[in-house]
């Protein structure tokens, strides 16, 4: 069922309710009114009656058409003190119109009132009083033949105006829903020609400035967010595949030349060496891809515990000094303050070792790569990962974090590709990880030459909220 039809229907039964409880409310209002009028009459009636005998004005006789006058439609039965009938006037009949027990117990300044019924069409309501003079008992009965009509007549134009009501409601609030929805139905397909139009071309935003408009305005930046998306997964996609083909490309040219006829054992080995280098690039490769993945999916496995940061660092260091020592780098700690800090080591020392073997990858010989704890007032501590190299390009640091970002200038006269780095990837999946810390990493160059890298990690108290949060 669409929204419009839904609509249409609540409408409908809204006017149903709507009309049943008016209806309701006037036929109870109608009984009221009658009623409260016919009792009224009847007091009336009976103290004029009451005032009459006490005067003796009039002057009975037993069972005979007297003196009293009433009005259409009313009649007038007297008992005396033994409760025996004494008087009625013509309509009434010679019989009581109310039991024994209610004469016996009618009081004074107390009337009672009690339906009497002759016929299916003829129904009185009675009203039952002593007199304090006389002692005798008054009963003054008027017809509701009016209000038995009145309640037919109602429930008659309830039963009419009902489903009357209901298609009436249902067909305007059908026009009324489909007037509101129509900016919407606009925008639906507008949405649905998306997929045949251009980069540029969005949905058109209403000049109403009212819900409408803003999901116009949601819509676009939504259209905006997923091509902006599409467009990084195929840069993504293709830097992928880039990174797999070179080296798969290269293994196979080499085993291919290590399989021709006349090899020496020597240039097979050499050649058997560069395939397993391309290999082991393709494993790195993989690796962080899979690591990629399952940080954006929140699959990776991720457990903070207290570290000491200055215990943690040099932990992790140590184990690069071989490569440092290759490249003749000197790797310089400047671990002054000791912050306690929530980490998972195994995640942080990965994020740690691709931004230093980066720095390493541009460090020129006998350069010195330093790596320093600076404290960011109560609550925070910066590790700087600073080195000699030729730095990041000024039009390359805003992208330098983005998965397969390189730069050219930086790269040419790089030989080295073994690495994570190689492929644009280790400054990107640390930052994911300091991220997951709840931190961040900070680009920039030193004033003095070379690049630096900023790990921004909570100190515990912060990291505490960040584990629970987890």
């Excluded at 819509?219 to 797999?244: G, P, T, V, Y």
């Amino acid at each position: 069922m669409t929204i419009r039809s839904r609509i249409a229907l609540i409408f409908a039964l809204m006017a149903v309710i709507f009309f049943a409880v008016a209806g309701t409310v006037l036929y109870r209002s109608n009984d009221n009114a009658i009623i409260n009028t016919l009792k009224n009459d009847l007091n009336k009636t009976s103290a004029r009656i009451i005032d009459q005998l006490d005067s003796k004005v009039i002057h009975l006789r037993p069972l005979n058409e007297g003196p009293i006058l009433v009005r259409e439609q009313e009649f007038i039965q007297i008992f005396d003190s033994t409760n025996h009938l004494r008087y009625t006037t013509q309509g009434a009949g010679k019989r009581p119109s109310v039991s024994a027990a209610l004469v016996d117990g009618a009081k004074i300044s107390a009337p009672s009132y009690v339906s009497f019924r002759r016929s299916e069409n003829d129904r009185y309501l009675i009203l039952v009083i002593r007199d304090d003079t006389t002692n005798d008992v008054i009963a003054v009965g008027g017809s509701i033949d009016q209000l038995i009509d009145s309640r037919s007549n109602i429930i008659l134009y309830i039963l009419i105006g009902i489903p009357l009501t209901a298609i009436l409601a249902f067909l305007a609030g059908y026009y009324l829903a489909g007037r509101a929805l129509e900016p919407v139905e606009q925008l639906r397909r507008e949405a649905e020609k998306l997929k045949e139009l251009g980069e540029g071309d969005l949905v058109s935003v209403p000049a109403t400035k009212d819900e409408i408009a803003d999901l116009a305005k949601t819509l676009n930046s939504m259209i905006i967010d997923i091509r902006k998306s599409i467009a990084e997964q195929k840069i993504f996609i293709a830097s992928a595949s880039h990174e797999l083909r070179t080296p798969l490309a290269r293994v196979s040219a080499d085993l291919e030349l290590a399989l021709l006829e006349g090899r020496t054992l020597e240039e097979i080995e050499v050649l058997i060496r560069k395939a397993d280098r391309n290999i082991r690039k393709l494993v790195v490769v993989c690796n962080s891809l899979l690591t990629i993945a399952k940080q954006e999916r929140g699959e990776a496995d991720f457990h903070l515990s207290p570290q000491s940061l200055d215990d943690f660092i040099s932990e992790t260091v140590e184990g690069l000094r071989r490569e440092a020592d290759h490249k003749s780098v000197n790797l310089v700690l400047d671990l002054t303050c000791k912050p306690l800090v929530a980490i998972d080591p195994y995640h942080l020392s990965r994020a740690l070792e691709n931004v230093v073997e980066n720095a390493l990858r541009y460090s020129p010989p006998n350069s010195f790569l330093t790596i320093r704890l600076v404290p960011l007032g109560d609550d925070k501590v910066q590790i700087d990962i600073l080195d000699q190299g030729p730095g990041f390009p000024s039009d390359f640091i805003d992208d330098a974090l983005r998965p397969f970002a390189r730069s050219e200038k930086t790269t040419l006269d790089v030989t080295d590709n073994t690495s994570a780095g190689g492929a644009g990837l280790g400054l990107s999946i640390a930052n994911m990880i300091t991220e997951m810390h709840g931190g961040r990493i900070d680009i920039s160059n030193n004033p003095e030459g070379g690049a630096r890298v900023s790990i921004v990690l909570p100190k515990l108290t912060d990291a505490k909220a960040l584990n629970a949060a987890r």
